[in-house]
């Protein structure tokens, strides 16, 4: 009996914690964030101890956002595909690797900088490149495929 109960009340502190799981987030962020995404889909926040973690999708986007404990801008990043790139940066790209496949893209946004982090391949080598918003481009990691 004492399993079972034991099993029921950590059942219901568990479900009761899914409920509601913006209740500590506070409401003026709330706010704000549904105003600037709309059509924010599959929205999750989570409490960290400094800051809050929202992570959705947006037009296909998945999106994190940190924001500190007053509501104030931390980071971004998002990760897409290569035709949401903006042009004039795949445009650099497409110059400097004609014959690279674009994987996925990592885009880091901080309230004074953003970087792009590109992972492409050829046959050979999968290789990662940090592209910032000048188009200046830097790689980051290059691996060998297995053969």
Do not use: C, H
């Amino acid at each position: 009996m004492k399993r079972l109960s034991a099993f029921i009340y950590a059942l219901v502190i568990g479900a009761s914690s899914f409920a509601n799981p913006t209740k500590n987030v506070n409401e003026k962020l709330l706010q704000t964030f549904k105003e600037s995404f709309p059509n924010a889909e599959q929205v999750n926040w989570k409490e960290l101890q400094e800051t809050y973690v929202v992570n959705f999708v947006e037009d296909g986007v998945r999106n994190a956002i940190v924001y500190d404990k007053d509501g104030t801008f931390v980071s971004s990043t998002r990760y897409y595909q290569e035709r949401t790139l903006p042009y004039y940066l795949l445009i650099n790209f497409r110059k400097k690797y004609p014959e690279k496949k674009i994987l996925g893209i990592t885009e880091v946004s901080t309230i004074s900088d953003i970087f792009y982090y590109i992972k492409m391949e050829d046959k050979t080598v999968v290789t990662t490149i940090k592209l910032d918003s000048e188009g200046n481009l830097v790689v980051v990691e290059k691996l060998k495929k297995a053969l």
